[in-house]
């Protein structure tokens, strides 16, 4: 008896991939983004998960909900997510339904341990997160993006201006800054649950 395949196999998808795009957005294009972020009002991060959360993440974040003003933005991390999906894991990615996290991590302890981005609703629909280092790397220390990638840490580049893309539910984190100020841009991309 033959056995035949029921489903499409996408050969060259990887579920464990993530995919570095070294030069993102220009230096004054970071310039742009620098002053933009003045314009949104900063909160304390959290996790969703309870009031009390230093331990888990540390760090201040502004919304940059989309607008005139940020639709350049949002242009450019969408197009860099399709390509980053079409070469690496052909998910079904409709939309954004998230705002772009401007996040600061500070010397004090500032961090996000080892996480994933997706998970119950609203965060079931996260796909393709999306890291864009705003720091220069001799700005700060520590602050390292970290991927658990089938249980082998790797760490990501931390030049200004460089884009890390990897499924939302891979384990990540940042270690803490132990000098400076570490600044990225986050944003999920995705609008449908997995199937």
Known sequence: MELK???PVHSQSDPL??????DCFTEEELGWIGNLQKLYNVQKASTGFGEDEDDIR??????????????????????VAMIANKET???????ILDSIQYTQYYDDGGHYDWHMDNGPYPMN???????VQLSDPND?????????????IVQMPKEK?????????????????????????????????FK
């Open 58 to 79: 540390k760090s201040d974040v502004k919304w940059l909900h989309h607008d005139d003003k940020t639709y350049w933005l949002y242009n450019r991390l969408a197009n």
């Open 125 to 131: 629909t996260r796909k393709i997160s999306i890291t």
């Open 5 to 7: 395949l029921v489903f």
């Open 89 to 95: 894991w052909q998910f079904d990615i409709p939309s």
């Open 17 to 22: 991939g993530f995919y570095v795009y070294n």
């Open 161 to 193: 201006g460089c884009a890390v893309l990897f499924p939302s539910y891979m384990l990540h984190r940042v270690t803490p800054v132990t000098k400076g100020i570490r600044k990225s841009l986050v944003l999920w991309v995705g609008g449908t649950t």
């Open 140 to 152: 700060y220390e520590g602050g390292v993006l970290e991927l658990n990638v089938g249980n082998t």
